[in-house]
């Protein structure tokens, strides 16, 4: 945990911009005794669900512009508030170890709504850094810790990874994960005092189960790549995001394609 808490810390420093607003925000019950809000990107016409988790000390509205696309491509994106977020009111009550548990009870309750309110639309997980494992988690990922797997999830989209994870994160972790998974990361990917080789972001595709894992590293990415830095490597990330949820819940052959295609001038994928 400690490695965790380096790695918390240390996206915090990440530069801090105006963001647009969802297109709604209500309350969620997690438990009998914590609420938090949900924040909603919905479409005109909804066709597909993604349960989205930020960044440790993030939140939703950071990453407006690739969950707007989304919600533009005709999915509706649900988004938490994680009790590690520096704009949760409450935050100095939860310990590191108490906010990654919190983060799981935030997601089941997401997906509870989703289910509730989209009962027949299909389902992925997407996240940023921390988010990815915890949406990882939700495809399968860590079975070790128990029956935290989130069954009506398809497929899981990851921007980043916290890497390795020393007594958290090890060689069979992602052995479990049950659903397609795309990594996008950088070869600039590296977070201060805890990630320096930016190849460690790979390890969730490198050791998922052969046949539905692969990751994109886009020359000049950065950790911040998500949220718009460089541009022209966000406009990449969020064109081949899309496309992976529009083949994997809406079984579009063209967006298929795009993932299956060669790799692009500045890109190395890694396909398992």
Known sequence: MRGLLAFAFAWLAVAQHAFAAPS???????????ATTLAIWEPVQARGVVLFSTGHGAWPERYDRLLQAWADAGFVVL???????VRYPERE???????????????RATSAYAHARWPRLPLAAAGHSLGTLISAVQGGALAGLGPLRDPGVAAVLGFSSPGRI???????????LAVPLLLVTGDEDRVPGFVTDPADHLYPVQTAPAGDARAVVLAGGGHNLVGGEPEPLFERARQLGTAFLQAE????????????????AGEHWLRR
């Open 166 to 176: 020393p007594g958290l994160i090890g060689p069979d972790s992602y052995a479990s």
């Open 24 to 34: 709604a925000t209500v309350p969620l019950q997690v438990s009998p005794g914590r």
């Open 249 to 264: 819940l809406l079984g579009d052959e063209q967006a298929r394609q795009l993932l299956d295609a060669p790799a692009a």
């Open 93 to 107: 009550k939860f310990s590191l170890q108490q906010s990654l548990g919190e983060r799981l009870a935030d997601m």
């Open 79 to 85: 988004a938490p508030l994680h009790v590690d977020s």
